[in-house]
């Protein structure tokens, strides 16, 4: 198919490239036409736009729309910073994307005259009129797929439609309203956090991520909720469409003799529990009818209506589209008992089925978002995820790379794990080089130069003071400070606490490995060039309680035998919770004591403070650290550095709002080389800090 035939009265291609160019801010990114169905997307890997021809053939307004659409992501969407498990959460993306989709859309409005119109035009054209109401088209194709709309597809609709409208749609399902009640607040504020419209890098990524961080720990929650009771329904539908089925096959099976030895040979329990159901059937066939009856004497489509005729004529199984919260309280109920009495074995089953179904409604919705936001690579659909799994296991070759991969990682985990006599000495050894290189280069920062030059202030001398000397006329109380002396310069005074979060989350990624690598070489970089330090961790005890461990103390000047035996057990300490603001403030204490001009408190952590309670108590913990921080930035001269490891916005965002100077490091494998460079920025630049 030609182009022109593709796209009707729409501008060609090469027109509708230089548009996504100039909305995006990206002369390199490529616009191509893709397969029909397979939906428009913009490519991250690739740095292109995909059009899906279906969408464009009676509707030029919506190509134009769709590609400044996609260029707006281009232009402000980043998503490098969310973890690819939390891509693949079910529900997720479909949030996400909806959000960031209304986020974009306020952009390109506020940029360009006339957009706003293609969008309210584009808007209108995606509803169709079904059962007396409007549907969008992808609700549409989950209706005729499931039979009915779970409430996280009824949600995601209400919320576009609030974008747009301004309102939402009148008599909703209470769970649905209630859902939207709580998180429009927190919607609205993420549609709004775009960047100004000639952005810089740092000011998108910054907008990208306060949405982001609203989603997920605001609005996420709550979605969740309804995702909960739509995995509760469906399990119950796959649940009695099955017993459907099953009294459907054993109807007409062996003779009646046959059929009558079977009943008296079931006990007594089985007989009740299939008659239990049988009763339940009926009654849920009885009421679908109904149902499907009144739907008759509204404005319902001919297709309703086809329905119910067949249904009439019992050509087709009235459940074999059937919504379990549709039917009454008692009759939900009962089945909801008839579920709970199943064995565990089969009540997983039914809840992976309604795992799997759902996820299959996800894929849909997400194929028909204009904005879907995910490297085919990288964030796959969950169909695509479980084809992939799929092949992976049928690969004897796979399996065997795996085995080793993961005997590897045993291994390295046993070799890090080792006596901690042994665990210094192997992270020693393996960072001498830079810990030599490090050394060299803070001598020369540190030493003065070893010239004699002449100082003033000295009862007598080899020189005169000028200066002094005019000053005397006036003030003779300074007669003993008159002469220089020729003296070497003194070395600059430092002090530095290290304090090095061993919660239970710094076990994961490497991070409490290359913590731990870090401290040795900080370790053994200060003692060689008499740098006053203490080293400190925290976390807490099996009670809960806070937990502090000094490994080396000021008092100790000699870095022998047994502080390194003390700092390689760090690697198993803690593994509890975060009690940031306690271990901060005991480290304050701790070097007010031991003072020197410059002094620094640089923090190792992964993130969040975290204690094993409540919400309310845990934001108190927030708070309690960032006053903590807040007080010590303002009345004490101690200089507060935290670097942060691993990928968590809410802890980069945590971490950015309450130190004066952080760095974030997504791979921890970077932490020496970092903490190189930083000990040598603070020694050559201390004011900077």
């Not at 291609?13 to 996504?20: F, G, K, S, V, W």
């Not at 009454?328 to 008992?337: A, V």
């Not at 403070?609 to 960032?626: G, I, L, N, S, Y």
């Not at 691993?646 to 490091?665: C, K, M, R, T, V």
Request: glycine share 6%; hydrophobic share 30%; aromatic share 10%.
């Amino acid at each position: 198919m030609k182009e022109r035939e593709i796209l009707g009265q729409s501008p060609p291609l090469n027109e509708l490239r230089l548009i996504a160019q100039i909305i995006g801010f990206d002369f390199d990114m490529n616009l191509v036409l893709g397969e029909p169905g397979k939906g428009s997307f913009f490519d991250w890997r690739e740095n292109k736009i995909t059009l899906d021809p279906l969408q464009f053939t009676e509707n030029p307004i919506r190509v134009k729309e769709t590609v400044a659409h996609e260029g707006g992501h281009r232009a402000i969407s980043r998503t490098q910073f969310i973890p690819d498990e939390i891509w693949q959460e079910f529900g997720f993306s479909s949030l996400f994307n909806t959000v960031e989709d209304c986020r974009v859309d306020n952009w390109l409005a506020t940029k360009y005259e006339g957009v706003k119109n293609w969008q309210n035009a584009v808007f209108e054209s995606q509803f169709v009129k079904e059962g007396g109401q409007l549907l969008t088209l992808e609700a549409q194709e989950v209706l005729e797929k499931l039979g009915y709309l779970p409430r996280f597809t009824q949600y995601l609709y209400e919320l576009k439609k609030f974008w747009n409208k301004g309102k939402f749609s009148a008599n909703l399902p209470s769970d649905i309203s209630q859902a939207l009640k709580e998180t429009i607040g927190f919607a609205k504020k993420a549609f709004q956090e775009y960047p100004p419209i000639f952005p810089e890098e740092s000011e998108i990524d910054a907008k990208a991520r306060s949405a982001y961080l609203i989603t997920r720990t605001k609005i996420w929650p709550i979605f969740k909720r309804l995702l909960e009771k739509d995995l509760q329904n469906e399990a119950l539908r796959q649940m009695i469409r099955e017993f459907s089925n099953a009294e459907k096959n054993k109807g007409g099976k062996g003779s009646k003799r046959e059929q009558d030895q079977n009943q008296k040979e079931r006990s007594q329990k089985e007989q009740q529990s299939e008659k239990e159901i049988s009763q339940a059937l009926k009654q849920t066939k009885k009421e679908e009818r109904r149902r499907k009856s009144k739907e008759k004497g509204s404005p319902a489509s001919q297709k309703v209506k086809e329905e119910l005729n067949s249904l009439l004529q019992g050509e087709r199984d009235p459940l074999d589209q059937l919504d379990p919260s549709k039917l009454s309280q008692n009759l939900r109920n009962r089945w909801k008992r008839i579920f709970e009495k199943l064995p565990t074995s089969e009540k997983e089953r039914f809840e992976e089925q309604a795992q799997e179904t759902l996820k299959g409604i996800e894929d849909i919705l997400n194929l028909r978002l204009r904005g879907k936001l995910r490297n085919p690579l990288e964030h796959e659909t969950h169909q695509e995820a479980k084809k992939r799994k799929m092949k992976e296991e049928l690969s004897d070759q796979k399996e065997k790379e795996i085995t080793l991969w993961l005997s590897g990682v045993k291994s390295q985990l046993e070799q890090e794990r080792k006596p901690p006599d042994d665990v210094y000495d192997h992270y020693y050894q393996e960072i001498l080089p830079l810990i030599d290189k490090t050394v060299e280069e803070l001598e020369r920062v540190l030493e003065p130069n070893q010239s004699l030059r002449f100082k003033s202030g000295f009862p007598n001398g080899s020189r005169l003071d000028i200066t002094k000397a005019m000053q005397f006329e006036a003030d003779s109380t300074i007669y003993d400070k008159l002469w220089q002396r020729k003296t070497l310069p003194q070395r600059r005074d430092y002090r530095f606490y290290l304090l090095v979060d061993l919660s239970k989350t710094m076990q994961t990624g490497g991070k409490i490995q290359e913590t731990v690598k870090g401290i040795v070489f900080l370790t053994e970089v200060f003692q060689r060039v008499s740098l006053p330090f203490e080293v400190a961790g925290f976390s807490t005890f099996q009670d809960d309680s806070p937990a502090y461990w000094i490994y080396k103390d000021f008092n100790n000047n000699e870095v022998d035998s047994q502080t390194r035996k003390s700092i390689g057990r760090m690697i198993s300490h803690g593994q509890g919770w975060t009690p940031t603001s306690e271990a901060t403030r005991r480290a304050i204490d701790r070097l007010n004591k031991h003072k020197g001009k410059n002094n620094f408190l640089i923090t190792l952590t992964d993130g969040l403070p975290q204690m094993p309670t409540d919400e309310q108590e845990e934001v108190k913990e927030f708070h309690r650290t960032a006053v903590l921080l807040a007080e010590a930035k303002k009345k004490s001269d101690i200089k507060m550095i935290a670097i942060k490891l691993g990928q968590d916005p809410e802890g980069d965002a945590f971490i950015q709002s309450n130190y004066p100077f952080y760095l974030i490091l997504s791979h921890a494998r970077e932490l020496s080389t970092t903490l190189a460079k930083l000990i040598e920025d603070i020694l050559k630049n201390p004011m900077n800090y």
